[in-house]
């Protein structure tokens, strides 16, 4: 039975609803009243015309399809489309600027039911006041928004007869003769919509705005999407050497007559010496005194309870307070019960009051503490602040100052060292190395940022023992010479948004240009992500990648960097930024360094190339680890260009791949690795390693620690053997520190440390005299070696020492040989040749062998260890020496021992069931104490670690 009846169906006339009948609105908008119902409903009747589908009931049909079938109007530009009055449903545009030069920018436009704020890419308004969208998925093309991308320059006065006219289309333009791509890009960037663009070669900039200093912005969490392969061409682009100074007399030509400049005066005479102005430069002058009084003041008599330093008091002194009760004309009048260190004395201020409770720190001297500066009332921007000095070392030195000579940076809202600034700078700190009477010259540079019209001080600090001029201070505005700017917006969904710009080749104008490639830098607001990069490169710049404040945690997928001067810098001064930068696959190289990291950021390489360049990396104070790399470079081109180098506590760390130094290395400039400090570090875990070496064989200079753990030596002796747990003679390995009087630099080696001290050190009394003094030389070689470690003038109950530091791991100790030449009489200096060793005391004198378990915590500005409080005594082995002198090297070992066990041990653990030392070792200390010699030169000639 069948059953007819009247759908309740209605037509769209009845209904207004076009989505009644179809799924889209878009696409029943487009088809406007020309659908109605078809009546009847049947039951249990089949349709014998055949299957309905998707298609046919408009389902699979999609909104383009169906557009493009029922266009209302069609327009062949920008100007034509917005110049429309009427409003049809649809309009297809087939053209942006009504040539066949930006075809690709067609596409077909819906009316929209609401009106929006145009962009004349995506949204077009109507002079009729009509609102279109573009149809389209994903990314925007910059096509749209008038991107040629042929590889040939495209001026927006080519487009447009005004700059209004222009600036009605594009707001951020500011000139006709910026290239269009360059805007249409940035305007997707802006978007926050993406970007997917064909495989084009955008030019991005020409000769007329090459020196605007006008970046291309991306922003992180806005700008993102694909290029496609694309080629983004700022080979046109120039830097802006024009320099805007905002300091008076900058380079000190009037002697600061205006007054400008300023000393610290929130400090007492007893913190703060003032820095003098003389034309061309700013003088600190480190007072020659080091004293620290600890006692009162009663009466006109100074009773010294406690004083460290030198030197001994005495009448005539100027005495000096921190709390500043006694002024600046307080003098010692007269001894009483003291005499140079406690005691009591007699002052020429008979009112001052000073209780032992007070904590008031007095001296003879005034401190060895500087803050100066000038006062600056900046408008909204970026600036450079920039220092240049020269140093020598300063006269507390000797008197047992222990501050190491450093210079800081900084601002300050009150006066110099007074009140918080609203300026936005990360002051850089640094320590003065390898000071002596050689001025040690230098500059130091950070970004400051004023996020408002205001004023604050600009400020440079000077501490510890060091005399300064300074010949520059200066503060100007900021060339950012950059072709990417990338920053962030502040934007709280943009915080944790993990973006990606991928598919673009970023072409530079030269390795000598004075350009950046991309500058990741963020002032305003300095949290957020990163714009990471993907399957791209940056080319042909003179710096490829500069990080700065803000940047932090970016990835790059096979991504590269080359060509450059420099590939990556990461600078001090930068804010909330360095925390790992990780790179996956890529190479980088062929370049001048590919990686300078004086700001100690972390880098992290994966399965990457980083290949002939100059350097590999250098300045290095932060660390870097390289994992399955391939480092495949020519050797050093002079001793000066190390392929590695860290500062401070840097650290560049490579677990397997392989480095192959390339080239015949007895022609390289100098050892390939430079540890400066102490603490600076290089290791290969399980590294396929050729050529690791210098002209002498040497591996290493400074005294840092290059370690080899498990690694395939393929063709040099010196880096160790393959197994660091085997026996390894490192020969003239170690790394001696001259008198610290001294400017001769001296080699290094592989592994160890050591040297000639002149301070005080806990644990361990180190001390030398006058005239003694330690160099390499090659008069006489053991084995060999390229050299000896020649002292001489050591002796004559003196108690000189010389201390050599061998590096162990945890827990480690093992045997240590040393062989040592006396090829002179002891009595008459007369070249030796005797062979026989004596049996009586009476014909031979001690060479004091000694050794200690320290721990070493850092270093001073020339590179010598600071050790902790932790020593322990492990053993003497005296050399015992003829003294008419012995013609053959003596050999000698000592076998440094420890009887307890770790202090927690974890019975898991396979070191836990005994140990070689204790566990705050982490050197050996090797003490030579020449005290009982006569004045005499000797040889050490190779020191011979076996550590297990």
Avoid at 74 to 101: C, E, H, M, Y
Avoid at 329 to 349: E, F, H, K, M, P
């Amino acid at each position: 039975m069948v059953q007819n009846f009247t759908p309740p169906w209605k037509s769209v006339v009845d209904t207004g609803n076009k989505a009644n009948l179809v799924k889209s609105t878009q696409v029943a908008a487009a088809l406007g009243n020309k659908v109605d119902a078809d009546g009847g409903q049947s039951i249990r009747q089949s349709i014998q015309s055949g299957t309905i589908d998707a298609a046919s009931t408009l389902d699979g049909a999609t909104v383009a399809d169906i557009v493009a079938s029922s266009v209302r109007a069609n327009v062949s530009s920008i100007a034509q489309f917005r110049a429309l009055k009427t409003s049809p449903a649809a309009i297809l545009l087939t053209s942006w600027d009504g040539t066949d030069l930006t075809r690709g920018a067609a596409g077909i436009f819906i009316r929209a039911a609401t009106a929006d704020t145009p962009d004349f890419g995506t949204i077009i308004v109507t002079a009729g006041g009509t609102t279109y969208r573009r149809v389209y998925q994903g990314g925007l093309n910059p096509q749209w928004f008038g991107a040629v991308g042929d590889g040939n320059s495209h001026r927006l006065s080519g487009f447009f007869p005004t700059l209004a006219e222009a600036q009605a289309v594009f707001p951020i333009a500011y000139s006709l003769d910026q290239e269009i791509d360059f805007v249409a890009i940035q305007t997707v960037c802006y978007s926050g919509k993406g970007i997917n663009s064909p495989a084009l070669h955008y030019i991005m900039c020409n000769d007329a705005v090459a020196l605007d200093d006008n970046p291309m912005i991306w922003i992180s969490g806005t700008s993102f999407g694909t290029f496609t392969n694309s080629t983004l061409d700022f080979s046109a682009l120039k830097a802006v050497t024009t320099v805007v100074e905002h300091i008076d007399d900058p380079t000190f030509q009037t002697a600061n007559a205006s007054g400008a400049f300023v000393n610290a005066n929130i400090y007492s005479p007893a913190q703060c010496t003032d820095v003098v102005f003389q034309q061309g430069k700013a003088v600190y002058t480190d007072p020659p005194n080091a004293t620290q009084i600890t006692g009162s003041v009663s009466n006109g008599v100074l009773t010294v309870t406690a004083m460290t330093g030198l030197p001994a008091l005495k009448v005539g002194d100027r005495l000096y307070d921190s709390q500043f009760k006694l002024g600046t004309d307080t003098t010692i009048t007269g001894l009483g019960t003291g005499t140079g260190t406690v005691g009591t004395y007699t002052i020429s201020n008979t009112t001052a009051a000073i209780a032992a409770s007070d904590n008031n720190n007095m001296s003879t001297a005034t401190g060895h503490w500087n803050q100066f500066g000038q006062k600056l009332t900046l408008p909204k921007g970026a600036y450079v602040f920039e220092i240049e000095y020269s140093c020598t070392l300063g006269g507390s030195y000797a008197m047992l100052n222990g501050q190491p000579g450093s210079l800081g940076m900084g601002v300050n809202g009150s006066s110099p060292g007074a009140g918080p600034s609203p300026w936005i700078m990360q002051g850089p700190s640094k320590i003065i190395s390898n000071l002596s009477d050689v001025p040690v010259t230098g500059s130091m540079s950070v970004p400051l940022y004023v996020p408002e019209d205001s004023s604050s001080f600009v400020v440079v600090s000077i501490s510890g023992y060091l005399n300064v001029e300074f010949t520059k201070f200066s503060v100007t505005k900021l060339n950012r010479n950059s072709a990417i700017l990338s920053t962030r917006d502040g934007a709280t969904l943009h915080y944790p948004l993990p973006v990606i710009t991928e598919g673009f080749t970023l072409v530079g104008p030269g390795t000598d240009s004075g350009v950046t490639g991309v500058w990741y830098n963020s002032y305003e607001n300095t949290d957020g992500t990163i714009q990471n990069f993907g399957t791209g490169s940056v080319e042909n710049f003179q710096i490829g990648m500069n990080f700065g404040s803000g940047a932090y945690l970016s990835e790059y997928w096979d991504f590269g960097v080359g060509a450059c001067g420099l590939c990556f810098q990461f600078l001090p001064g930068s804010i909330n930024a360095g925390e790992n930068f990780r790179f996956y696959g890529g190479g980088f190289g062929n370049s001048g360094c590919i990686i300078s990291n004086p700001g100690g950021a972390e880098f992290t390489f994966y399965g990457s190339s980083l290949d002939y360049s100059d350097q590999c990396i250098a300045n290095n104070a932060g660390r870097i680890e390289v994992h399955g790399c391939h480092m495949e470079m020519n050797g050093p081109k002079s001793v000066d260009k190390p392929l590695y180098h860290c500062t401070g506590s840097g650290a560049i760390v490579c677990f397997g791949g392989m480095f192959l130094g390339a080239g015949d290395s007895k022609k390289y400039g100098g050892p390939p690795v430079f540890l400066e400090h102490n603490l600076s570090t290089m290791i290969f875990h399980d590294t396929q390693i050729y050529n690791l070496t210098g002209p002498d064989g040497v591996a290493l200079r400074g005294p840092g620690q290059l370690k080899i753990r498990s690694s395939l030596n393929t063709g040099n002796s010196n880096i160790g053997s393959c197994n660091n747990f085997t026996s390894d003679p490192l020969g003239l390995a170690g790394f001696f520190i001259p008198q610290s009087k001294s400017a001769l630099p001296l080699n290094g080696g592989v592994g160890l440390i050591g040297g000639l001290y002149s301070d005080a050190v806990a644990g361990i009394d180190q001390w030398t005299s006058e005239g003694a003094s330690a160099a390499l030389s090659t008069d006489y070689v053991f084995n060999g070696y390229p050299a000896s470690l020649k002292v001489q003038t050591q002796g004559q109950g003196r108690n000189d020492r010389i201390v050599i530091c061998i590096p162990i791991e945890k827990y480690q100790t093992g045997n240590i040989g040393l062989k040592v030449l006396f090829p002179y009489d002891l009595s008459t200096g007369a070249v030796s040749s005797n062979t026989t060793m004596p049996t009586d005391d009476a014909d031979r004198v001690t060479l004091y062998f000694r050794t200690f378990f320290v721990q070493i915590t850092g270093s001073d500005q020339f590179g010598r260890p600071t050790f902790g409080a932790a020593n322990l005594f492990c053993g003497e082995d005296d050399v015992h020496v003829p003294k008419a002198g012995y013609a053959n090297w003596m050999s000698h070992g000592t076998a440094p021992g420890y009887l307890g066990l770790p202090g927690t041990p974890d019975p898991l653990a396979t070191d836990t069931t005994g140990a070689g030392a204790p566990a705050f070792a982490t050197h050996i200390a090797l003490l030579l104490d020449t005290e009982s010699l006569p004045a005499c030169t000797f040889h050490i000639g190779a020191v011979i670690p076996n550590l297990y």
